[in-house]
């Protein structure tokens, strides 16, 4: 990115940082539609550097955001789990006390509208949590919760670095140079994919494509296929323990063959079975 970022004010001599914030960090500029900082140079070398270190803690503020909005998120759930619960208990002990007085001939006062309802059904997330930081995980929780699904919400699911953990820890008998090259690869394609993680889900067919394409500039063919072996244990693991399902793992599996200087990716999976020549 020769000078992505970097404007100069009209009549100005010092450069600017200049980048839309992004999605994840908006909770931190809720009143700004840019990042904007002087770079405090006129020189457009030193200029590129100064760039290059913001871009890199803004990385580092976009990783810890995701990170600890999925963290809210599962804190959430449990918080709005337990409320329900105590809601349909208390329901249910109404209940049994108003079966109790009709039997003995007493009538209790009750309202017809909120008749079978407990406080849960009436309070939204932040009269619960009493808290505003991390308003999409709570609406999600809440939502989530509220409706009796099973089903985790987009931009909630297991990632790949989730899956690659999980792996880890039920492979610690795996020597250091398997642990490495596991790392090593997952790095590579979440580097590829210009993200510090990703949900699997998210993870499409011309994904994997991509990051074969850019390694076939810079690995042998038995480099790439190992990358790619690595890559596929990880999703196979996913789908073993319920991260992700069947379909989704057969759209990550191909098969690498030299044709002269020509590599062809034969893969199967939902979208197609075609093969792609890469020079």
Known sequence: MPDKYIVKKKGKDTYLFNMRVPKALQHLYPTKTFITQSLKTSCI????????????????????????????????????????????????????????????????????????????????????????????????????????????????????????????????????DTISKMNSTTKKFLNSYGQSDVELEAIHRRDVLAFIEEMVVHYSISTIQGNLSRLRTVFKHSWQIGMIDRKRLANHTYNLIFHGNKLSISGSGLHSSSRQALT
């Open 45 to 176: 070398k030193t200029a590129r550097i100064r760039r290059d270190q913001l871009v890199g803690e803004l990385a580092t503020k976009k990783e810890k955001a995701f990170n600890n909005s999925r963290l809210a998120f599962n804190s959430y759930v449990e918080t709005f789990k337990e409320a329900k619960e105590q809601s349909e208990r208390e329901e249910r002990e109404e209940y049994q006390a108003i079966l109790m007085a009709h039997s003995k001939g007493e009538r209790l006062d009750e309202d017809p509208n909120t008749r079978g309802q407990g406080f849960f059904e009436h309070m939204n997330n932040e009269d619960i949590l009493h808290t505003e930081e991390f308003p999409d995980a709570q609406q999600s929780a809440y939502k989530m919760v509220k409706s009796g699904s099973k089903t985790l919400p987009t931009g909630f699911r297991p990632t790949l670095q989730d899956a690659l953990d999980s792996w880890l820890k039920r492979n610690l008998r795996k020597n250091s």
